[in-house]
């Protein structure tokens, strides 16, 4: 029998098709907060919660032993048009406690009172000791059937769609630190396979700092705040870190990654991904292959430059989840691919020289391709932060059939911590039942109890062998979609505490990463080291990390010790030889536009047509125009609107990725000091134009961003001391002339024949 649908679910749920087919197609601007246009006065007419907007969905309805319900995703949200108690007994008051009469004390019989702060007190969580700060969205993955020879993974067939779950996040800081910081990211993405739940658990940086977890809580310590102060938050510009890091040279590699401009990833959206580890994949006949597996983002690997991520960090703390969810919102899906680079599963996993179980070493791309696999494109925003993107677990031992580890001794220590800390964090085993976390596969574990148990067992035999429940569950076969550990031999060896010599290496790939970077590169490089380890105290720590450095380049190491006022060390081994690998450069090479934000400078008064005109070729190429203006509101409102997204109070350079003037607004009335310290007096007594436009411009140069004017706009340039002629300065006599050029420098993330290179 057909359970019968709640009328209020049912309209919603026409409410949310509605929506989704008026929008479908991504809304322009992003970042309307809600699906309707609240009313100025507080509504009094009792209806029923809003469906969530179009770009949103939470977590597929399966229950919490794996099994589809085929019910509404409004089943499981608020329902009713009126406010009740977590037992649904409706309320007609929740601004006030009963008291003995309107000025006596509150009485402790007050039952809603002592839910409602009760539940509040327990609402947070533990945070994450790592990777606290996150963003996360829903999406699919597309497998292209490349793997077949390698895997008997199901999901990675040719045309299987299967549902994924992908968390970003920063490593050091706490969930209410600011997104661009310096750091590590961690690209968790949870596969909902029909074979079981697969966790690809990894970083933006192919290699980690340590090579044995046992050192894990002793990098975590060193990176994390000083425990006297708390303090620095969210950044390793600090003398802990460096201490760890200089004494422990195994982390040179990745702490060289960490201070290119890959510590500063300009997009989740423009942020590659990799497994860190070497896995071994099981094919249908059980040969097996090692493997290392790469996400590459459809839109190019692109960063902020290091000035625009400060200042990003202080006006809009929350920069990369709200580009994702914006982007997300507006139709311009992420995507990135799945690759795998292939190693033979020889004896002494070996490759090129390379020791395959070392977490610290990568193998560059010229001696092994990375061959693409499948397609994930993110398109949905979760409904609830907390329900899907806090409560979200991922765990490294989530395998599915054709998926296996490797003797990694970081990944072995992987494979324990991971399920350890979700009992702790989430209160209990039974986190696996969380909606986020659900398997789409059915689920049969005789695992019983225990905290937030919220499946519902029968069968009085949680044991086999049994016959009390007529022997259910029965174990599969190979032949039946078991999951079989690869039977590798283990050798016999005596106990010891230590690493395979190979693991002595700490020098030459951090020199292949350093030989592989552009001269613009290595300028950053260069002051990310001068910056962090000018925030140590320790001389001595500065004096180590130069050694470190020294073994690394000598150059390097000489840029550096300029900047610090400190003498250029001897290295103390001789440099490697190493051939540079290209593909581990971010810049020359050119990528979609698509997602990208172009802010449109319009003083209201100016060439509004030309303004409607770039507006719409901006959508029409995928990207996302904000229009720009002295003052809020809607320009031209008796004829076609055009309506201001921004104004010189609250835009910022760092927010677009390109700026086109149509105008040269003049100050306007709050570009004085005292309202707004953008607009300093001096400033806006001396010039014509609002200073804040000029510093606007003037920043978005010095970030090598694209720029471009027509009309009035050419004025503003040049008072900003921008005349036509600079690098990825664009003139024209319409809107319509500049946009194509300043699309095409897009394409090439910025104007980088603005910086000139030293190193």
Not at 73 to 80: F, H, I, K, N
Not at 569 to 582: K, N
Request: with cysteine; charged share 20%; net charge negative.
């Amino acid at each position: 029998m057909s359970e019968k649908k709640n009328p209020v679910a049912a309209a919603a749920d026409k409410v949310v098709e509605k929506v989704q087919d008026a929008v479908r197609g991504g809304n322009e601007i992003p970042g309307v907060p809600g699906v309707q246009a609240p009313p100025v006065e507080e509504p009094t007419e009792p209806r029923g919660p809003l469906p969530p907007k179009s770009d949103q969905r939470g977590p597929d309805t399966y229950s919490p032993t794996g099994q589809p319900t085929g019910a509404s995703q409004s089943r499981v949200a608020q329902d009713g048009p009126n406010l009740t108690t977590a037992q649904g007994a409706r309320l007609y008051d929740t601004d006030h406690s009963l008291k003995a009469g309107p000025r006596g004390p509150v009485l402790l019989q007050d039952h809603h009172l002592r839910e409602k702060i009760t539940h509040f007190d327990h609402e947070r969580i533990p945070e994450r000791v790592v990777h606290a700060r996150g963003a996360a969205a829903h999406g699919v993955f597309q497998g292209y059937g490349a793997a077949a020879g390698i895997t008997r993974a199901a999901f990675l067939a040719e045309g299987v769609e299967t549902p994924v779950f992908v968390r970003f996040s920063t490593v050091l800081g706490s969930r209410g630190s600011a997104d661009t910081v310096r750091d590590t990211r961690g690209f968790a993405t949870k596969f909902y396979t029909d074979e079981g739940v697969f966790d690809l658990v990894g970083n933006n940086i192919p290699v980690f700092f340590i090579q044995d977890a046992v050192k894990f809580p002793d990098v975590i310590h060193a990176g994390k705040p000083h425990p006297d102060r708390e303090i620095p938050q969210a950044q390793s510009a600090h003398d802990t870190f460096w201490d760890f890091v200089t004494l422990h040279t195994e982390a040179t590699h990745h702490t060289l990654w960490n201070m290119s401009d890959r510590g500063i990833p300009r997009s989740y959206r423009m942020m590659e991904g990799f497994g860190v580890h070497t896995f071994r994949l099981v094919n249908a006949q059980g040969a097996t292959t090692l493997v290392k597996f790469h996400w590459k983002p459809k839109l190019g690997v692109h960063s902020l430059v290091w000035e625009e991520a400060q200042i990003t960090a202080g006006v809009d703390p929350d920069f990369h989840r709200r580009d994702l969810a914006d982007a997300i919102e507006a139709g311009a899906f992420p995507e990135w691919e799945l690759g795998v680079q292939t190693f033979p599963d020889n004896e002494d996993q070996m490759f090129e020289g390379i020791d395959l179980l070392d977490p610290t070493k990568i193998v560059p791309e010229e001696l092994a391709p990375v061959r693409p696999i499948g397609l994930m494109t993110l398109n949905a925003n979760p409904s609830n932060y907390f329900a899907e993107t806090e409560q979200v677990a991922f765990h490294v031992g989530h395998l599915v059939p054709g998926i296996d580890v490797t003797n990694d001794p970081l990944m072995q220590g992987r494979l324990f911590s991971y399920l350890d800390t979700q009992i702790s964090r989430l209160g209990g085993p039974n986190f696996g039942q969380l909606p986020i976390n659900r398997t789409h596969a059915p689920v049969n574990d005789m695992l019983r109890d225990g905290m937030h148990q919220t499946a519902v067992h029968r069968g009085v035999a949680p044991y086999r062998p049994n016959s009390l429940d007529g022997g259910c569950p029965f174990l599969a076969g190979a032949d039946t979609g078991a999951y079989i550990e690869v039977p590798v031999e283990v050798p016999a060896a005596r106990k010891v505490r230590d690493a395979a010599a190979s693991f002595d290496d700490h020098f030459s790939q951090a020199r292949l990463f350093w030989l592989s970077m552009s001269p613009t590169e290595r300028e950053h490089i260069v002051a990310a080291y001068t910056f962090e380890l000018g925030k140590c105290w320790e001389k001595a720590v500065k004096e180590r990390a130069l050694k470190v450095l020294a073994n690394i380049d000598p150059e390097l190491c000489t840029q550096v010790a300029a900047g610090l006022g400190l003498p250029v060390p001897e290295a103390s081994l001789p440099p490697t030889a190493v051939q540079p690998s290209p593909a581990l450069s971010q810049l020359g090479r050119d990528w979609p536009v698509e997602g990208r934000i172009i802010g449109i400078v319009t003083s209201g008064a100016d060439d509004l047509d030309g303004v409607r005109e770039v507006r719409r070729a901006v959508l029409d190429a995928g990207m996302v125009p904000l229009v720009i203006a002295p003052a809020g509101g809607v320009l031209d409102e008796g004829g076609d609107p055009v309506t201001v997204q921004r104004t010189f109070a609250t835009a910022r350079s760092t927010e677009f990725d390109a700026i086109v003037l149509a105008g040269a607004p003049a100050p306007a009335a709050d570009a004085y000091g005292a309202r707004d310290a953008k607009a300093d007096d001096d400033a806006a007594v001396a010039t014509v134009v609002d200073p804040r436009l000029l510093l606007m411009v003037t920043e978005a140069y010095r970030h090598g961003k694209a720029i471009g004017a027509w009309g009035e706009g050419v004025g503003a340039l040049e008072a900003a001391g921008l005349p036509e002629g600079p690098v990825g300065v664009v003139f024209g006599e319409t809107g319509a002339s500049v946009l194509p050029a300043v699309t095409r420098l897009l394409g090439g993330h910025r104007a980088w024949g603005r910086f000139t290179p030293a190193v």
